[in-house]
């Protein structure tokens, strides 16, 4: 008997081991994917470093390949403005989606009600594009920009780009995308607060909309910001839908929201079949895709940080 158990116990002890091992093994591998590709965009882009300063490619607007000039300000700049107002558009929409959600619908209706944002957030970002391009872009252009023309007559707001592909058509349709994840990830979080804070918030008197203010939305605050982080993440590096509705055929600065713009995405993407024959524009698109890397990267290490404190704190 001694003999059988001390067998079994010498097979688990392998088991968790092996399991160990795996797990570790497992871990390491996806960080060396993420160093190889941070390592293999940095050497492809090495070259274009060598003959230019980091300052004068990130921040020149020239982009003309037959001259060896690769500024990405434009592109960049395209990127974070797009981004920019698709958050200032999302967020306010989702985190009230959030409370509704979780606070004020019943929650049969509510579980159903996630399901399609659940749905939502599975689509393919082609499938938003053509949204885009079929609902987006005429409302912008028959509707939105005339209306903000005339009431609104300022440099934010005015552009001879009257197409409609712009950064307001990019940033409608990259919100109506990024919102899913925040819908999802802020209603968990405002759930987890504990149900006793409500009680006592409600015994001293407050109203229901006090209370979510006041204490719900305070405890919630870290997660809610963490999910607003995450479709930053998201946002900032979608290419399909930004390609198809931003005016991505046009290289310019875009200063008003009714400007073209032209992310790094969509750089990457449109020219990256002409690089092959010439090493500087080769290294100009990889290190494009370093700065979009970067930029990704940490803005998901910061949300994932916010992430991983409050679910300390609530162990």
Same mark, same amino acid.
């Given at each position: 008997?001694?003999g059988?158990?001390s067998?079994?116990?010498k097979?688990r002890r392998?088991?968790?081991?092996?399991a160990r091992i795996v797990?570790?093994?497992?871990?390491?591998?996806v960080?060396?994917?993420f160093?190889?590709?941070f390592?293999?965009l940095?050497?492809?882009?090495?070259p274009?470093?060598?003959k230019?300063s980091?300052?004068?490619i990130?921040?020149s607007t020239?982009?003309?390949?037959?001259?060896?000039d690769?500024?990405?300000y434009?592109?960049?700049?395209?990127?974070l403005?797009?981004?920019?107002l698709?958050l200032?558009?999302?967020?306010?929409l989702?985190?009230l989606?959030?409370i509704f959600l979780?606070?004020?619908?019943?929650?049969?209706?509510?579980m159903?009600?996630?399901m399609v944002f659940?749905?939502?957030?599975g689509v393919s970002?082609?499938?938003?594009g053509?949204?885009?391009i079929?609902?987006?872009v005429?409302m912008?252009?028959?509707?939105?920009?005339?209306?903000c023309?005339?009431h609104?007559?300022?440099?934010?707001f005015?552009?001879d780009?009257?197409s409609? /592909?712009?950064v !307001?058509s990019g940033a409608?349709?990259?919100a109506?995308?990024t919102?899913?994840l925040i =819908?999802? +990830?802020? $209603? &968990?979080?405002?759930k987890?607060?504990?149900f006793?804070?409500?009680?006592?918030?409600?015994?001293?008197g407050a109203?229901k909309?006090?209370?979510?203010?006041?204490v719900?939305?305070?405890k919630?605050?870290?997660?809610?910001?963490?999910?607003?982080?995450l479709?930053?993440?998201r946002t900032?590096?979608?290419?399909m839908?930004?390609?198809?509705v931003?005016g991505?055929?046009i290289?310019q600065t875009p200063?008003?929201i009714?400007?073209p713009?032209?992310p790094?995405?969509?750089l990457i993407a449109?020219?990256?079949g002409?690089?092959?024959?010439?090493?500087?524009?080769?290294s100009?698109?990889f290190?494009?895709a /370093?700065v979009? !890397?970067?930029?990704?990267?940490?803005?998901n290490l910061?949300g994932?940080?916010?992430? =991983?404190? +409050?679910? $300390? &704190?609530k162990?």
């Amino acid at each position: 008997m001694d003999g059988g158990f001390s067998g079994k116990l010498k097979k688990r002890r392998l088991l968790n081991r092996g399991a160990r091992i795996v797990s570790r093994f497992m871990s390491l591998s996806v960080f060396s994917v993420f160093a190889l590709i941070f390592l293999m965009l940095f050497w492809e882009s090495f070259p274009l470093i060598l003959k230019k300063s980091v300052s004068d490619i990130l921040f020149s607007t020239a982009w003309m390949p037959h001259r060896s000039d690769y500024g990405l300000y434009r592109f960049i700049i395209g990127s974070l403005y797009t981004t920019a107002l698709a958050l200032v558009i999302a967020v306010p929409l989702s985190v009230l989606t959030a409370i509704f959600l979780s606070e004020y619908l019943p929650t049969k209706m509510a579980m159903h009600t996630k399901m399609v944002f659940d749905v939502l957030s599975g689509v393919s970002p082609v499938i938003f594009g053509v949204w885009g391009i079929i609902v987006i872009v005429p409302m912008v252009r028959e509707y939105i920009q005339p209306f903000c023309a005339e009431h609104f007559p300022c440099a934010l707001f005015s552009s001879d780009n009257v197409s409609g /592909f712009s950064v !307001l058509s990019g940033a409608l349709v990259l919100a109506l995308m990024t919102s899913p994840l925040i =819908v999802s +990830i802020s $209603e &968990e979080v405002i759930k987890a607060v504990p149900f006793e804070m409500r009680q006592a918030s409600m015994a001293l008197g407050a109203t229901k909309w006090e209370m979510i203010k006041k204490v719900i939305l305070r405890k919630a605050a870290p997660g809610i910001v963490a999910a607003i982080i995450l479709g930053l993440s998201r946002t900032i590096g979608e290419t399909m839908a930004v390609l198809m509705v931003a005016g991505c055929h046009i290289r310019q600065t875009p200063f008003s929201i009714f400007d073209p713009a032209y992310p790094l995405p969509a750089l990457i993407a449109n020219t990256f079949g002409e690089t092959m024959s010439i090493p500087l524009y080769k290294s100009a698109i990889f290190l494009a895709a /370093f700065v979009l !890397l970067i930029l990704t990267a940490l803005s998901n290490l910061i949300g994932w940080s916010i992430l =991983v404190r +409050i679910e $300390e &704190e609530k162990a």
